[in-house]
């Protein structure tokens, strides 16, 4: 089967593998873990994380396809988390805000608290900007709430969220689009010495291709 092609779709792959390991949720993927974002050797013919398109990546891409055309949404989401691991502020209120007007129906709360939440912490470390800080701030919180309340988790549009905002929508097609932030541990660096670290700790991948 064909991978997803669009950016909207290989969003929603990512978001649907970010919400199957927060929430604990079996989608056919329970042999991998973003904590490793990677196959094992023995693992290499397994069929990777069928998202809720029923698109899945291209185990055996045509001949002369580049083995960059193969998508893996466990990886992405993986160097996501540990964008999102860099966010230390404490969440608890800005959760219990989004918490209560989702149970309005207000499921856009969520948007509106993840966008001045980046802007306060790309303000304070313009290095960062304000791209990457959307991108880890949206997916810790999205973790926060999948630990304190799931149901609510399930009902954020974080999807609609990234496809929409051009910013950071641009943010990641200028630099290749999402294929190359599961290629490169480095995509989402923001210091130097954090690129140079990247491949030791935080955003260490093993090679896939």
Request: net charge negative; aromatic share 10%; glycine share 6%.
């Amino acid at each position: 089967m064909k991978g997803p092609r669009t950016f909207e779709e290989q969003t929603e792959c990512i978001v649907e593998a970010l919400l199957s390991d927060f929430l604990g949720e079996d989608e056919g993927f329970a042999y991998r873990s973003l904590e490793t974002d990677s196959f094992a050797s023995s693992n290499a013919g397994c069929t990777p994380f069928p998202c809720s398109l029923s698109a899945v990546s291209e185990r055996e891409p045509s001949a002369g396809a580049e083995a960059s055309s193969t998508f893996d949404s466990v990886i992405i989401a993986s160097r996501l988390r540990r964008l999102g691991d860099q966010y230390n502020e404490d969440l608890e209120q800005p959760a219990q805000r989004i918490i209560a007007e989702v149970a309005k129906g207000k499921v856009e709360e969520f948007g509106v608290m993840v966008d001045s939440l980046s802007k306060s912490w790309s303000s304070l470390n313009p290095e960062l900007g304000y791209e990457r800080a959307f991108l880890a701030v949206s997916v810790k919180l999205l973790a926060y709430l999948s630990r304190k309340v799931p149901a609510v988790a399930r009902r954020i549009q974080l999807v609609e969220l990234i496809n929409g905002n051009r910013e950071v929508r641009g943010y990641i097609e200028t630099r290749g689009g999402w294929v190359s932030a599961q290629e490169s541990p480095k995509f989402f660096c923001w210091h130097l010495w954090l690129c140079s670290f990247a491949t030791l700790r935080w955003l260490q991948c093993d090679p896939v291709f």
